[in-house]
Nanobody, 113 residues
Framework: VQLQASGGGSVQAGGSLGLSCTAS????????MGWYRQAPGKQRDLVAV???????NYAHTVKGRFTVSRDNANNTVYLQMNNLKPKDTGVYYC????????WGQGTQVTVSS
């Protein structure tokens, strides 16, 4: 299974960005999908995840600003990020859980004040 993420980039505080990530390869069923991020010098933390039944879970720091969604038919997960803050800066990694967890290659999001 390979995960290809797209989106990200640079934006000023208060702006919006969208990320997408598509899984490909020998996929029978993907259960959990979602996003983690790693800020410079920090550990990788959960941002938002979504189950196959579309139950969601968000980090408290992004609740109300970020929306995670998925397209099961196309094995794709999305992250819409609104009202971005400088503390949202980091490398964003998508994940997909089948019989194990797969990670995407990471995409940079930079929010300037």
């Amino acid at each position: 299974v390979q995960l290809q993420a797209s989106g990200g980039g640079s934006v000023q505080a208060g702006g919006s960005l969208g990320l997408s990530c598509t899984a490909s390869g020998s996929i029978l069923r993907i259960d959990l999908m979602g996003w983690y991020r790693q800020a410079p010098g920090k550990q990788r933390d959960l941002v938002a995840v979504i189950s196959r039944a579309e139950t969601t879970n968000y980090a408290h720091t992004v609740k109300g600003r970020f929306t995670v969604s998925r397209d099961n038919a196309n094995n794709t997960v999305y992250l819409q990020m609104n009202n971005l803050k400088p503390k949202d800066t980091g490398v964003y990694y998508c994940i997909a859980d089948t019989n194990r967890r797969y990670w995407g290659q990471g995409t940079q999001v930079t929010v300037s004040s």
